[in-house]
């Protein structure tokens, strides 16, 4: 039982939910309606897409995995309740573990490219795959680059079902895409920030150069309030162009969201007044995605 929980915590299991259903709702809610509006055909099946995101969420299991290899030590003094690589498993296990994880994902993606007819859409799993080592490995104990990544991953995440449907969105506006994109982006930049704010302690121990190490808490802040501000007026452009008003209305429930965000930043002093940020632009995040299975 004791194992299983330590593969549950390793694996980070809600956030996995969430990436695998936020592929489906993408496919379904966004693609498909963009094709039948064209009048065209879907290159990948409903099955299909299934696969596509199975193999995104075994890319992140991977990242997860390697990411707790690398950072045993950080997690002793941050998260000693979740250190699980040392304490549950060998290192040589959990190094197996991503490698064979990271195989399965990109040969069950192989089917897939060729039947989109594009062979180099290969390259999204395996620079995906790529750029979560290097990340964890090097560039999430430098200011800002990490993140940036992890951010530019998430896009990915989002763009990826509609780059398989090239025939679809070579004819037709990609405009949707990129405004769910731009919020995966935002969000997910915005939360690892709050996260080095968090870690502060262990990561400095460990000799990281995280962004609110270098520049410090107040600068870190200042950034978040920079972005929360972006994000707010990119949201308010978007509820503009909303033709009835209960689209409108929900839209702008992520703006009441995104101020209460600003608000406890402003308070927040203390490790636990950090995890409920980090809370909180999750479940602003997960919002987003529910407005998906309505959007129209």
Not at 104 to 114: D, K, N
Not at 140 to 155: E, F, H
Not at 178 to 205: H, N, P, Q, S, W
Request: glycine fraction near 4%.
């Amino acid at each position: 039982m004791q194992k299983l929980k330590a593969i549950f915590t390793i694996i980070r299991f809600p956030n996995l939910v969430f990436i695998f259903l936020s592929q489906i709702i993408i496919y379904f809610k966004v693609i498909v309606p963009l094709a039948i509006l064209a009048q065209l055909h879907t290159v990948i099946t409903n099955s299909d897409i299934f696969i596509l995101a199975l193999s995104t969420t075994l890319i992140a299991v991977g990242g997860y995995i390697i990411n707790d290899y690398f950072d045993v030590k950080i997690d002793e003094i941050n998260k000693p309740s979740r250190v699980t690589v040392e304490l549950q498993f060998k290192r040589r296990h959990i190094m197996f573990a991503h490698i064979t994880l990271d195989i399965i994902a990109v040969l069950i993606t192989i089917p897939l490219a060729l039947k989109a007819g594009h062979i180099s859409l290969i390259g999204i799993p395996l620079i995906s795959i790529l750029m979560l080592v290097l990340y964890s490995a090097y560039f999430k104990r430098k200011p800002l680059s990490g993140n940036l990544i992890v951010a530019a991953l998430t896009a990915l995440t989002v763009y990826t079902p509609a780059l398989y449907e090239f025939n679809i969105f070579h004819r037709v506006s990609m405009e949707s895409i990129t405004i769910i994109a731009i919020y995966a982006f935002c969000l997910t930049l915005m939360r690892e920030i709050v996260k080095d704010l968090e870690d502060l302690k262990g990561d400095e121990a460990d000799g990281c150069r995280t962004f609110p190490i270098v520049f410090g808490i107040n600068h870190s802040k200042n950034l978040l309030y920079l972005l929360a501000t972006l994000f707010f007026i990119f949201n308010s452009y978007i509820i503009s162009f909303l033709h009835y008003f209960y689209q409108a209305f929900f839209v702008e429930l992520l703006n009441i969201a995104m101020v209460m965000f600003v608000y406890y930043l402003w308070k927040a002093n203390k490790h636990i007044q950090l995890k409920f940020l980090s809370r909180l632009l999750k479940i602003i995040t997960f919002y987003g995605v529910i407005l998906l299975i309505f959007y129209q």
